[in-house]
């Protein structure tokens, strides 16, 4: 009979060593949105309402003829998805490499998840 024993913490810290930066970085997003209580975007369906939890990827202001948006991509270790704020420009706090929680419905525009105004809460840098 073979058991498989959850990880110590020598397992854990040779992981953390072998391992590279990214994959390090993505692990702590992830247990962050988990332990906020948060969704994690690869779970997320298209019409539900989800709190996800991340740091911000990129930020990008998109001038448009009828209405600009304020665009940034939130990711959480599991995935990403792109937060839409209609009708702004800017809005303090919400730069590359902000952490911050976002609730809101989930759209799915050309296969990327999407959530439009969301509501959201600035976290640390």
Known sequence: MTRTRPAGWLSRT??????DDQAVDAERLRAGAASAGCT?????RKGTVASVA???RSVVYTPRETLPTLEAELFDGSGSV???WLGRRRIPG???GRTLTAEGRVAVLDGRRVIYNPRYELGGS
Not at 40 to 44: E, F, L, N, Q
Request: one cysteine or more; charged letters at 15%.
């Open 14 to 19: 040779l992981h953390r060593l072998t391992a």
């Open 94 to 96: 919400i730069e590359p």
């Open 82 to 84: 792109t937060l839409v």
């Open 40 to 44: 994690p975007v690869s779970s997320c």
């Open 54 to 56: 991340g740091r911000l």
